[in-house]
Antibody
């Protein structure tokens, strides 16, 4: 059974960097893409980006200038860094397994973590 | 980006009745070379992550009751619950994966009347 679990601070100060980790278990970690998706309270879902075991990333252009992602294969972890945060970055952050079906197409998500609420506030 | 628009935003349906949700994409998500629609549906209950229920516009995921079904092609899609049960109360999202970035509809909340 694939399990994902997000961890990190629940409160980040404005202009600082949000750093989250997702631990993955029960999956062939190196065979899949892994994504971050966020959801402001009471609102819809926004894809942040994805990372592969090689370290390659594909990031949402709307956030690309502030986002980085990395992977630690020895720990089967992925990480997210979002810098220069504002109140608009307050959301529940999910990690998810991303399925991909070919060049030029995109991803959908079959396994999700429970999500980690993050508030940006001073 | 491909914009996904769902309708309605919310709907109240009596238990046992049919519930229908529409999802429209701003451009086609049909790949004519393989005749596949790159469209999924998720179900999200309060305090839980989204759950994948339908992929390729109409393929039900393992364990999903057959009263939930997806249809449509190109730019217009429908999620139908043939006979609403209490456990179907949730917010439903469509998402396209034809072009990056993947984009979601705004969600449709199904409640019991």
């Amino acid at each position: 059974q694939v399990q994902l679990a997000e961890s990190g601070p629940g409160l980040v100060r404005p202009s600082e960097t949000l750093s989250l980790i997702c631990n993955v278990s029960g999956a062939s970690f190196s065979q899949y893409y892994w994504s971050w998706v966020r959801q402001p309270a009471g609102k819809g879902l926004e894809w942040i980006g994805r990372v592969f075991v090689s370290g390659s990333t594909d990031l949402n252009p709307s956030l690309k200038s502030r986002v980085s992602m990395s992977v630690d294969t020895s720990k089967t972890q992925i990480s997210l860094r979002l810098n220069s945060v504002t109140a608009a970055d307050t959301a529940v952050y999910f990690c998810a397994r991303a399925l991909y079906y070919g060049s030029g197409t995109s991803y959908y998500f079959d396994y999700w973590g429970q999500g980690l609420p993050v508030t940006v506030s001073s | 980006d491909i914009v996904m628009t769902q309708s309605p935003d919310s709907v109240a349906v009596s238990l046992g009745d049919r519930a229908t949700i529409k999802c429209k994409s701003s451009q086609t998500v049909l790949d004519t070379s393989n005749k596949k629609n790159y469209l999924v549906w998720y179900q999200q209950k309060p305090g839980q992550p989204p759950k994948l229920i339908i992929s390729w516009a109409s393929t039900r995921e393992s364990g999903v009751p057959d009263r939930l079904s997806g249809s449509g092609s190109g730019t217009d899609f429908t999620l139908t619950i043939s006979s609403l049960q209490a456990e179907d109360v949730a917010v439903y999202y469509c998402q396209q994966y034809y072009r990056s970035p993947p984009t979601f509809g705004q969600g449709t909340k199904i409640e019991v009347k």
